[in-house]
């Protein structure tokens, strides 16, 4: 009897064990556990999503075609993000903004957005790479201090 209940413990622990470390395998497949080491000094950053939803909404408004439709939607979406928490910190929104005073003109907008975009970058959070005709760093850079001729001061161009 003792060893039927070794035996039956023995295949009990052993399925468990199959399931867990089966679970553990899918998890890490499919995305949601990541494994890995940071170095000594390395800070991890978490990608804000405030504009993440704008991003189609947004890549559409260029494929419509007409410049005083894009121009016009362009605004209306702009004026949506303003009106969001975080903004600040997202600089997919900074670059749809920056966008947005490009076509108008809006100096101070422009040098604003390339600023947060700029400080942002230099803390390694950049532009999602699905938006589409975002300007460079070094281009919005050139952009402003053309539009205004004053130099601008950055630490984080790397465009």
Request: glycine share 10%.
């Amino acid at each position: 009897m003792n060893e039927k209940k070794l035996s039956l413990s023995v295949i009990i622990s052993f399925a468990i064990g199959v399931v867990v470390i089966g679970t553990v395998i899918g998890l890490r497949l499919g995305g949601v556990l990541y494994f890995g080491f940071k170095e000594r000094g390395q800070h991890v950053i978490a990608q804000s999503s405030v504009c993440n939803e704008d991003i189609v909404t947004y890549n559409q408004l260029w494929s419509a075609g007409e410049a005083s439709k894009i121009e016009a939607q362009l605004q209306d979406l702009s004026q949506k993000i303003q009106q969001r928490k975080g903004v600040e910190g997202d600089p997919t929104c900074q670059q749809i903004l920056f966008n947005n005073a490009y076509t108008k003109n809006d100096v101070v907008a422009m040098k604003r957005a390339y600023q947060l975009v700029s400080d942002l970058h230099s803390k390694g959070r950049f532009v999602d790479n699905s938006l589409i005709n975002s300007i460079p760093l070094g281009t919005m850079k050139q952009i402003v201090e053309g539009s205004n001729n004053t130099t601008i001061v950055s630490g984080g161009d790397r465009g």
